[in-house]
């Protein structure tokens, strides 16, 4: 099962949303799809689980939605500190991880 | 709290086998399987396997079965990830993490250790 993440880079201004995709190669179930942030030299980050709800301390900003094979990472009123590499993630089929999009503030 | 610390960096000759820890703590050690997953330069998060600590029964990605080695000790709540035969090629940045099985059946990686650097040169 293959996770397949678009765009591999994406650029904005603090305040600005962001809307990363992960389209899978067949269908997830919604229990299945997590995301991650990873910031250069720290440990990945959970954001997302069960397709959609936020971990323990995360903030609204961060919306997960999704079903079948199309899921999506909304980042709202994006910080500074959201500056890192967003993996999503699924379970459906052993383990396997998109190849990432980078997310760069201004 | 949830913690895995995991030891250091290794720089091993190709042909060696590297032996990474990751120690846990601030839950119970056989509850929860810990999986295995590296980085190397440039590339995004690779799944290699896992162990369950309770009876230390694994699970290998198919890339690594036949050089990988997932143990467990559960006196010290530690799990080990030994990998043989190094080459260039598995110079990446090794994690350990805590999979956690909730309601509905999701399933997650929380927390993660820190990393651990490995590099494979001659």
């Known amino acids: 099962l293959v996770l397949t993440q678009s765009p591999a880079t994406l650029s904005f201004f603090p305040g600005e949303r962001a809307t990363l995709s992960c389209r899978a190669s067949q269908d997830i179930s919604s229990p299945s799809l997590a995301w991650y942030q990873h910031r250069p030299g720290q440990a990945p980050k959970l954001l997302i689980y069960y397709t959609s709800t936020r971990a323990t301390g995360i903030p609204d900003r961060f919306t997960g939605t999704g079903s079948g094979t199309d899921f999506t990472l909304i980042i709202d009123r994006l910080e500074p500190d959201d500056s890192a590499v967003y993996y999503c993630?699924?379970?459906?089929?052993?383990?396997?991880f998109g190849g990432g999009t980078r997310v760069e503030i201004k | 709290q949830v913690q895995l610390v995991q030891s250091g960096p290794e720089l091993k000759r190709p042909g060696a086998s590297v032996k990474i820890s990751c120690k846990t703590s601030?839950?119970?050690?056989?509850?929860?399987?810990i999986h295995w997953l590296r980085q190397a330069p440039g590339q995004g998060l690779e799944w290699m396997g896992m162990?369950?600590?309770?009876?230390?029964?694994?699970s290998y990605a198919l890339n690594f079965q036949g050089r990988v080695t997932m143990t467990r000790d559960k006196a010290a709540t530690t799990v080990y990830m030994e990998l043989a035969s190094l080459r260039s090629e598995d110079t990446a940045v090794y994690f350990c993490?805590?999979?956690?099985?909730?309601?509905?059946?999701?399933?997650?990686?929380?927390?993660w250790g820190q990393g651990t650097r490995v590099k494979v040169s001659s």
């Open positions: 993630q699924q379970f459906q089929n052993s383990v396997t």
């Open positions: 601030g839950y119970t050690f056989s509850s929860y399987f």
């Open positions: 162990v369950n600590p309770s009876g230390g029964g694994t």
């Open positions: 993490s805590r999979e956690v099985y909730g309601v509905g059946g999701s399933r997650r990686f929380d927390p």
